[in-house]
């Protein structure tokens, strides 16, 4: 069982930054691939990015690219998302999930709130 603590979230002006991280429990970190998601209010939630478990490619959501990075630290278990330029309309929660094969676990969310 892998446990997920995320946080990093706040509330910051419009072309700020934010980091937000995502600790892990578990000696099988590395093997995992690694996504962020955010849900906005009374949409569904959306994936943001993936860092896949061997770490040779990113991909991103269009609205975030050139704005956002996936990075993990195998060493300290844990995964971030660096979130530069936030616009209002990156305000959501952002979820962390780690996934291989059947295994998917979540994180319990951190709020990212942008004004304007």
Same mark, same amino acid.
């Given at each position: 069982? /892998?446990?997920? /603590?995320?946080?990093?979230?706040g ?20 093997? #995992?691939? %690694? ?7 009374g ?5 943001v ?14 609205? /975030? ?13 844990? %995964?971030?998302?660096? %979130? ?6 990156d &305000?959501?929660?952002? #979820? ?5 094969? =059947? ?8 709020? /990212? &709130?942008?004004? =304007?």
């Amino acid at each position: 069982q /892998v446990q997920l /603590v995320e946080s990093g979230g706040g509330l910051v002006q419009a072309g700020g930054s934010l980091r937000l991280s995502c600790a892990a429990s578990g000696r099988t970190f590395s093997l #995992y691939d %690694m996504r962020w998601y955010r849900q906005a209010p009374g949409k569904e939630r959306e994936f943001v990015a993936l860092l896949p478990w061997d770490g040779r490619s990113t991909s991103y959501a269009d609205p /975030v690219k050139g704005r956002f990075t996936i990075s993990r630290d195998d060493s300290k278990n844990t %995964m971030y998302l660096q %979130m530069n330029s936030l616009k209002s309309e990156d &305000t959501a929660i952002y #979820y962390c999930n780690l996934k291989r094969a =059947s295994q998917d676990y979540w994180g319990q969310g951190t709020q /990212v &709130t942008v004004s =304007s």
